[in-house]
């Protein structure tokens, strides 16, 4: 069964940090282009950032988490990060990992369009003020 499990969710002070991974199941990240999401309450769902599938890093951020916010991925464990530091409550949101067969699609996901084919359930990031 195809499946993403995103973890590291919880509660935080606002100035800390927390480190989210998206793990697959069923399938191989390797040649997939990964995007991090988020929806806080009330709000629709917000591009965070997007990696690239191989190990030229490329990434993209959404201007509201550069310079805070880091994608990386370990291709060898099928994982891919989110360290998050400088926390702030408008960072609190349930997060979700997914999949894009290409970094262009993901990086248009990132601005509202669709395109994303694999999704996990989230996990939920609070922080404190």
């Known amino acids: 069964q195809v499946q993403l499990v995103e973890s590291g969710g919880g509660l935080v002070q606002a100035g800390g940090s927390l480190r989210l991974s998206c793990a697959a199941s069923g399938f191989s990240l390797d040649y997939y282009a990964i995007g991090w999401f988020r929806q806080a309450p009330g709000k629709e769902r917000e591009g965070v950032a997007c990696?690239?599938?191989?190990?030229?890093?490329?990434?993209y951020y959404a201007d509201s988490v550069k310079g805070r916010f880091t994608i990386s991925r370990d291709n060898a464990k099928d994982t891919v990060y989110l360290q998050m530091n400088s926390l702030t409550p408008e960072d609190t949101a349930v997060y979700y990992c997914?999949?894009?067969?290409?970094?262009?699609?993901?990086?248009?996901?990132?601005?509202?369009?669709?395109?994303?084919?694999?999704w996990g359930k989230g996990t939920l990031v609070t922080v404190s003020s």
């Open positions: 997914a999949t894009s067969m290409t970094f262009r699609i993901c990086v248009l996901a990132m601005k509202g369009s669709n395109g994303m084919e694999y």
């Open positions: 990696i690239i599938s191989n190990s030229d890093g490329g990434t």
